[in-house]
């Protein structure tokens, strides 16, 4: 451990590797999450299934890619579109049914057994082999030549980041944007006002889902996938969502890049078997001193 | 006293039952096997069940298996174990009491085989088993299971030697590093790797246990790139092999040896999706068409191969081969025997030595075969070549890793 250390202190063009890598990784993450932290916060759903979306935008890339020879970054619009369309189903089947629900457990135990019923169809459907869709960029090295970055892995990052933004201009400006907010702050008072709340609950979750789709995309391009691995991409998002705090946009993007950074380099120094055992006891000792410093203004977490 | 009376009269209907039993009605002799045709597993548990099949279609074919004079025809009831260990045993106690098979097969993987080595050693039935591996399924005293292939402790051992061989210095010089999931079996895995490091003396200068549910391997690759070992050991299951060459390309990061094991179930030699990523890995595999093994059913391997790939349209993986020597081995067993006695058969697998296209196969006390080696095959341009152990290699081992 000490030796690994030492490395990181000897030859810093290491620590500027794993940092690099961790936010530009992150940024995939943090879309992800941001997606859960929006039906979080509007319609007050925990989606256990979250990872699983993610896994099945993957595997639609992969399919378009190797079957009908769509270049995986090509693939990212009419793969949204799909999710976007796949995630207005599943509200029409699932989700709707949970609105309103006092007991939380009831959503995520809904949204789990879809996580569930998706693996398996995934794997009925695409096969239990791992697969990834490389799209060959090449890779960049700068400070000498000491790091490599992945030009997919920029590229993945500045997709991410125009999502972001976009996103970010449609809640802000654009008439659902912000009718979703307004039903975030008061449902009630939203629905007095003329706003079709039900419509705006079915495109949240649409609009998360397309996120998830896109998160998806970038994942097996930059990875590999199998239908068994959507619950990492869930509890990476939740873990996200709650060290930013919900309805943090902001937030969610520093967090998500923090996080992947700190594990890289905790992996690095600790090992691989630790580094998700380090993020978690963060989180617990960041929520802990939060809720100290909430109590203080006599004020508690939700 | 009464009851006891009829407790006797129940028990002597019911052994007569058994020895009436209706495994052998007809000509033939039932093998059960439960495999994994749906699931996770359900890719490797097609290639096993492929593999008994051809098996049991050849020993068929050559005149059965006679006994006492008499001669039968094998025949496998099969079921889907779903990737599931409880299933798994749950249909192995449906096999052998509704069923009532004479004789088990394995299932697919060292899980499912841990699941059901309880139930067939309870109802005392000779399991032949052909894809389970772990070392811990050879320290639970087990009396009826026996296991054509290889220990997982022996899979990369051979790549430790080969590093000793080719890194041109002293052993003590040699560095390792290890990549190895926190999972029973691929820890078995390094438990052997470590072995013959230490018996080297080679120093150990990475050694992490990749998380279960895998899904970024940078913060070791990086580590790897940082201490440039002579030899990275990768074993994570197919998700590992995959994800590591792919990330340690996106990394540049290189090694002058790579030593690998799934390559196969991870389709890395598939150009398509994987270009030449992995070129140059050593893979670890249980058996190949090209080894100079020979037997009577089949002939040598590369009959075997070329036999497989006439009736199911491509080439062998282990996985496949394993499962029929299982079939040939319970067989020979069974002839040997000349009895149908589950003890008898029993005793017979104890005491087989028996030369196949697999490779000899000679059971030790605990019930693995202690006759075959593992062998390495180093990956080139989609192809694999059996590069050690020296007495079945077909070409030289490339080294450094270009």
Known sequence: ?302 | MKNYKFGVMMKSLLLAGLIASPAVIADTIKLGAAVSLSGKYSTAGNHTKKGYDLGVKYVNSMGGVAVNGKTYDLEIVYYDDESTPARGASLAERLILRDKVSFMLGPYSSGLTKAIAPVTEKHGVPMVEANGASRSLFNQGYKYMFAVLSTSEQYLQEAVNQIALKAGKPASEITVALAIENDPFSQDIRAGVLDDVNRHGMKVVIDDKLPRDLSDMTSTLVKVKALKPDLLVVSGHSKGAALSVRQMNDLGVSVNMLAMTHCESAKLHDKEKFGNLADYALCAAQWSPSVSSEGAVFGTAGNYSSIFNDTYGYVPPYQAAESTAAVIVMADAITRANSLDKDAVRDALAATDLSTFYGQIRFSEAGNNIAKPMILRQLIDGKYYVVAPANVAEAELVYPRP
């Open chain 1, 1 to 302: 451990m000490i030796t690994y250390l030492n490395i990181l202190i000897d030859s810093p063009e290491f620590l500027a590797q794993l940092v690099i890598n961790g936010l530009l990784v992150g940024a995939i993450f943090a879309l992800i999450a941001y997606g859960l932290a929006l039906i979080w916060g509007v319609m007050n759903i925990i989606n256990f299934a979250q990872g699983e979306m993610v896994i099945f935008g993957g595997y639609l890339t992969y399919t378009l890619f190797y079957q009908f020879g769509i270049h995986p970054i090509l693939s990212i619009p009419i793969v949204t579109v799909l999710l976007f369309v796949f995630g207005l189903l599943v509200y029409k089947a699932v989700i709707f049914r949970l609105l309103g629900e006092k007991d939380i457990f009831i959503t995520i135990l809904a949204t789990f057994g879809l996580a569930i019923l998706m693996q398996q169809l995934m794997q009925a459907i695409f096969g239990p082999d791992v697969v990834t869709a490389n799209p060959e960029l090449g890779m960049m090295h700068i400070f000498d030549g000491k790091v490599s970055i992945s030009n997919i892995q920029l590229i993945s990052f500045f997709i991410a980041a125009a999502v972001a933004i976009a996103l970010f201009i449609i809640m802000k400006y654009s008439r659902m944007g912000q009718a979703i907010r307004a039903t975030a702050q008061n449902p009630r008072a939203a629905r007095i006002l003329g706003i079709d709340i039900e419509k705006v609950y079915a495109n949240t979750f649409a609009i998360n889902a397309a996120l998830c789709g896109i998160g998806g995309s970038l994942v097996v391009m930059v990875w590999t996938i199998h239908p068994f691995v959507g619950l990492v991409y869930t509890f990476r998002s939740f873990m996200i969502v709650i060290l930013a705090g919900l309805g943090n946009f902001v937030g969610i993007i520093f967090a998500g890049m923090g996080i992947s950074s700190l594990e890289n380099v905790t992996g690095f120094v600790i090992g691989a078997e630790f580094q998700a055992a380090v993020i978690f006891c963060l989180l617990v000792i960041i929520l802990v001193t939060r809720s100290i410093m909430a109590r203080k203004k006599r004020q508690y977490i939700q």
